[in-house]
């Protein structure tokens, strides 16, 4: 039977612990709509004045907090307590707002760069600091949406980047338990207080695997974490770079009649699909990510996003996984930003998340940390001009270099493009920056021959031959790239014949259409011709 596993670490609390883990990376907090107690999208977002009552509420939780708690307890909570009643954050997250932010990217926006100048200080009492912050900024966003922080078992060992101290001050750590960070510091606020407690603790273990409630044992004195057999410690961190030489391939291959290979892979819009991926069989063309972050709230939590990305990308296994950013705007609201002048001016998609950087930010800063889970791609929507992409890609850029500096493990993933506008469709060769391209003949049917979006348009059918024709003129511009098609039209065994006499060879439809594709797919050969004796 293998060893268990010792990891060097650092001692910031003596004394021997041992817990099921308690894995705080990934939230363990339901969505919106999955939390009946959880306050309504439209009251939990709002003006000023959300914020004001937001900052009340965390103020309010921190001072019960104190209530009955020690003299170093306190001495904390009172800082944190200072920096949330400091006019200039609320000025500052004021003046984002008067910009047409929203107030709950205003408030991260805020707190984000507070948090940056800390990390960046030479003082490690300072940098110290920043996890306060955090935890700051994450008690308010909460009270924003009416989702407060919630506690861990008791008996517990948390295992984390690191801890918010209220966090700590809120846990009952009388019935054992320890603390376990990837990073941390001795001089931070939690340190302190693990000491003043007698909670064992270690930090700088580097990032390691393990399965929530799985037997781990801190050792505050030698300063080391024990885990079970099986478990790892993961590399450090992943460059910031795209892969060269990029490929897109995926599960799900199969053969036309007359032996080319074919990619059959699955769209996913409702999270719930996840988890009846099959990866032995399929892996993901298009998951449109605006059926998961369907709030201001979601669309702000970084953490949530990143849960909901690695979660695809780990069942998918080794099976490629296609993300496209949210498609938001027009007929496409998202909850709480409906009265923003950009949504109003009728902007959807990359133009939108180009309009409002705040939201693709924060997406950008979950997708580039998901990524190191798997084998993602990230698609692009709505693209109609090639510096979209090129300033999609400088954005992804920035906010790497930001990760970076805070040591959180991130990749950069290829960036593709959704082919829906007939105006880049024909100009396909000029996006040089795309690594890849995707067909989304819905919207591509739409514009091309004026129909309209919910199919109540009885002669949009007619436009099909003009499609194909554009789609074949498409796939000849892509030089070599790949190339594949996730609209409806690839889910239906009529239009085979025309979408492989095009050129196409890999196709995204949605799982209930899987079995019929592939068993078309088989009868014809690749020039979309039926295979003799079909």
């Known amino acids: 039977m293998a060893e268990p596993l010792r990891l060097k670490a650092k001692s910031a609390s003596p004394g021997i612990a041992s817990g099921p883990a308690f894995l705080a990376e990934e939230p363990k907090a339901p969505s919106a709509a999955e939390r009946p107690d959880a306050a309504p999208a439209s009251q939990a ?236 069989t399929a892996g993901v063309g298009l998951m449109r990510s605006e059926f998961s972050i369907t709030s201001v709230a979601d669309a702000a939590n970084e953490e949530r996003q990143l849960a909901i990305y690695r979660r695809v990308l780990e069942q998918a296994g080794d099976r490629a996984v296609t993300i496209r950013m949210l498609d938001i705007g027009g007929d496409k609201p998202l909850a709480g930003l409906e009265d923003l002048p950009a949504l109003a001016s009728g902007l959807r998609g990359i133009r939108l998340l180009l309009a409002r950087p705040e939201i693709a930010r924060v997406q950008a800063r979950a997708l580039l940390r998901a990524a190191v889970f798997g084998r993602l791609s990230v698609m692009l929507p709505m693209v109609t001009f090639p510096d979209e992409i090129d300033r999609m890609r400088e954005l992804f850029r920035e906010e790497a270099e930001k990760l970076g500096r805070r040591a959180l493990l991130h990749r950069m993933p290829p960036i593709g493009m959704m082919v829906e506008v007939p105006a880049a469709a024909l100009m396909l060769d000029t996006f040089a920056s795309a690594a890849f391209f995707s067909f989304g003949t819905n919207d591509l049917t739409q514009y091309l021959a004026a129909s309209a979006r919910d199919g109540s348009d009885a002669d949009a059918g007619k436009a099909t031959p003009a499609v194909l024709r554009l789609i074949a003129q498409a796939v000849k511009l892509t030089a070599g790239k790949p190339v594949s098609i996730c609209g409806d039209m690839a889910g239906n065994p009529s239009y085979l014949p025309g979408l492989l006499a095009a050129g196409l060879r890999h196709f995204s439809v949605a799982p209930a259409r899987r079995p019929a594709i592939r068993s078309a797919i088989i009868g014809l050969n690749a020039d979309g011709t039926r295979a003799a004796g079909e």
């Open 45 to 280: 977002v709002g003006g000023y004045g959300a914020l004001e009552k937001a900052i009340d509420i965390s103020i309010g939780e921190l001072e019960h907090l104190a209530d009955g708690a020690d003299a170093e307890s306190r001495d904390i909570i009172d800082f944190q307590i200072e920096v949330l009643r400091d006019p200039s954050i609320a000025e500052a997250t004021g003046a984002r707002m008067e910009a047409d932010e929203n107030v709950v990217f205003a408030w991260v926006a805020t707190l984000d760069a507070y948090i940056g100048e800390l990390e960046a200080a030479d003082e490690e009492p300072m940098r110290a600091r920043a996890v306060d912050i955090l935890d700051i900024k994450n008690r308010v966003l909460g009270a924003l949406a009416g989702t407060p922080i919630a506690d861990f078992p008791p008996g517990s060992v948390f295992i984390g980047k690191d801890m918010e101290p209220s966090r700590f001050l809120a846990h009952d750590w009388s019935k054992g338990g320890g603390i376990a960070l990837f990073a941390g510091s001795t001089a931070g606020h939690v340190a302190l207080l693990a000491r003043a407690k007698s909670v064992p603790m270690v930090i700088g273990t580097g990032r390691f695997s393990a399965v929530d409630g799985d037997p781990v044992s801190v050792d505050g004195n030698a300063g080391a974490v024990i885990l079970q057999a099986g478990s790892m410690l993961i590399p450090p961190l992943v460059p910031a770079q795209e892969p060269a030489g990029y490929t897109q391939t995926t599960g799900g291959e199969l053969r036309t009649a007359d032996g080319v290979p074919i990619l059959l892979s699955i769209n996913i819009n409702d999270p719930a699909e996840i988890d009846a991926l099959d990866p032995a």
